[in-house]
């Protein structure tokens, strides 16, 4: 069974994503702030997991108005974009797309960072449409 979890954190600049893990700075040697390691993304893939073709799927942020998209994707397809790594960057997202000529939205949401990431090894945004009506977005590394 795949979870798709509402909340964690992106920015979509054009084909590409920017994502930072947010915390606390501490206090280095010699006053300076020292920041938590970051998560990088490298991509992004969009899938289709229904029995019928979507179309003009997005993912948005809309504090930015940046977005990614596909146009077509048919049953059970999905299609990915690769791109130098970027840091998260913490702002809410939002997927369109239409299913049989109907317009969807998922609605304002944050991706989760997973407590399984692993340091140091870059991660892509996964969208997937799992069923009809619902989509969701996670974090994974290939």
């Not at 979509?12 to 994503?17: E, P």
Request: glycine letters at 12%; a negative charge.
């Amino acid at each position: 069974m795949t979870t798709f979890l509402h909340s964690g954190l992106l920015t979509i600049a054009g084909l590409g994503a920017a994502v930072m893990l947010q915390g606390c700075a501490t206090a280095a040697a010699g006053g300076s702030r020292a920041s938590p390691p970051g998560v990088i993304i490298e991509g992004i893939e969009i899938r289709n997991e229904l029995a019928y073709p979507v179309t003009d799927v997005m993912i948005e942020v809309p504090a930015t108005g940046a977005f990614a998209g596909c146009g077509n994707l048919l049953p059970r397809s999905g299609c990915s974009n690769a791109f130098a790594g970027v840091d998260y960057r913490s702002n809410a997202v939002v997927i369109r797309w239409k299913e049989r000529g109907a317009e969807h939205s998922t609605g304002e949401f944050v991706i989760e960072i997973p407590a399984d990431l692993r340091p140091g090894r870059p991660a892509v945004v996964e969208v997937v449409i799992f069923e009809q009506g619902e989509a969701g977005a996670r974090l994974v590394q290939p």
